[in-house]
C-alpha cells in the first residue's frame, strides 16, 4: 500500500512517468501559449511547494521510525486488486499518453 500511495504522489507531484504529467505539461503549455507568464510562475512555485509536501509523506512512509509498534493486518484482495490496477492505470497513461488522448478524441467527436 505505501508503494501504491508513493506513486500517487509522485503522480500528483508530476514526475514523467506518471499521469500527473501530462495533466500539468498541459496546463504549463496552456499557459504558455496564452501569454500568462505570471500564471505558468505561479503553477511553478505552487507545484514546488506542493512537493514538498508530497516528498514529506514518502520520507515519512520510508526512512523513519514508527513511533509506536503497530500489528501489520493483511491487505484485504479487494483493496489490493484496486489498487494495482489504479496503479498500473497511473503508469500506463504516464508512458502512453497518445492512447488516451486519442482514446478521448474519438469519444468526444462521436458524441455529436
Given at each position: 500500500m505505501a508503494a501504491c500511495l508513493s506513486l500517487f504522489l509522485l503522480s500528483l507531484l508530476g514526475l514523467p512517468i506518471t499521469a500527473g504529467f501530462l495533466g500539468k505539461f498541459?496546463?504549463?503549455?496552456?499557459?504558455?501559449?496564452?501569454?500568462?507568464i505570471w500564471l505558468a510562475i505561479l503553477l511553478a512555485l505552487n507545484s514546488v511547494i506542493?512537493?514538498?509536501?508530497?516528498?514529506?509523506?514518502?520520507?515519512?512512509?520510508?526512512?523513519?521510525e514508527p513511533a509506536a509498534e503497530i500489528a501489520a493486518e493483511p491487505v484485504p484482495w479487494t483493496l489490493a486488486i484496486v489498487l494495482w490496477i489504479a496503479a498500473a492505470g497511473t503508469v500506463f497513461a504516464g508512458l502512453f499518453p497518445a492512447r488516451i488522448i486519442d482514446f478521448a478524441a474519438k469519444a468526444a467527436l462521436s458524441i455529436r
Open positions: 498541459y496546463v504549463f503549455n496552456a499557459a504558455l501559449e496564452s501569454n500568462l506542493g512537493s514538498y509536501y508530497y516528498l514529506r509523506v514518502i520520507v515519512a512512509m520510508y526512512m523513519r
